[in-house]
């Protein structure tokens, strides 16, 4: 069982920047590929970006390339999301997402099993 919980929220100037953090409970946090997910009010959820267990291979939704990056530190048991030149269009509720997945695998876009409750992200314009 994975517990996760994010952090870093908050309300944002349009341009400006914000750092999501993932914290992760359990033992085998290296084991997990990891995703943030938004939900706009009003829509339905959606990936934002992913990335697999070790780190190393990274998926952007079209909307947020070249300005948002997913990061994920084994040894800290946490995955990060820092999000550069926002927008109005980015506010939502940010939840973070597990799985399991084999050593060497990649990220995956969908079948995760572990969700945080959420962190709300407000740009204003």
């Known amino acids: 069982q994975v517990q996760l919980v994010e952090s870093g929220g908050g309300l944002v100037q349009a341009g400006g920047s914000l750092r999501l953090s993932c914290a992760a409970s359990?033992?085998?946090?290296?084991?997990?590929?990891m995703a943030w997910f938004r939900q706009a009010p009003g829509k339905e959820r959606v990936l934002v970006a992913a990335?697999?267990?070790?780190?190393?291979?990274?998926y952007y939704a079209d909307s947020v390339k070249d300005r948002f990056t997913i990061s994920k530190d084994n040894a800290k048991n946490t995955v990060y999301l820092q999000m550069n030149s926002l927008k109005p269009e980015d506010t939502a509720v940010y939840h973070c997402a597990g799985r399991r997945s084999p050593s060497g695998s990649g990220y995956y876009t969908g079948g995760y099993d572990y969700w945080g409750q959420g962190t709300q992200v407000t740009v204003s314009s």
């Open positions: 990335i697999s267990n070790g780190g190393s291979i990274t």
């Open positions: 359990g033992r085998t946090f290296s084991n997990y590929a």
